[in-house]
């Protein structure tokens, strides 16, 4: 059975090659992250998870209404912080 996968943070990692492993099975799968990575077979949402709530809602309700019914959720998004131990958030 074929399915519709979202895969937040897509676009690069682990998040881009799962895309790729699941595009050559057939499976339709979107993909979100801040850059599109022009993956073969894979669509891209633009979608860069912020702090500013009403901007983030209305992204995500635009992802909703484009992706449609999903049978599979992969969470994927890193995030990557540096400095010494004690000067991170």
């Known amino acids: 059975m074929k399915k519709n996968i979202l895969i ?8 881009l090659e799962l895309a790729r492993h699941y595009a050559c099975e057939g499976h339709r799968v979107t993909i979100t ?3 599109d990575p022009g993956c073969v077979g894979v669509q891209f949402h633009a979608l860069s998870i912020t702090d500013d709530v009403a901007g ?6 635009e992802l909703v ?6 049978q599979t959720l992969i969470y ?3 995030f ?5 131990i004690a ?3």
């Open 80 to 84: 990557l912080q540096r400095g010494s």
């Open 65 to 70: 209404t484009r992706v449609g019914d999903v």
């Open 33 to 35: 992250g801040r850059i």
């Open 8 to 15: 937040v943070g897509g676009s690069s990692g682990v998040g």
């Open 56 to 61: 983030l809602t209305a992204q995500l309700n």
């Open 76 to 78: 994927c998004a890193g």
């Open 87 to 89: 000067m991170l958030e």
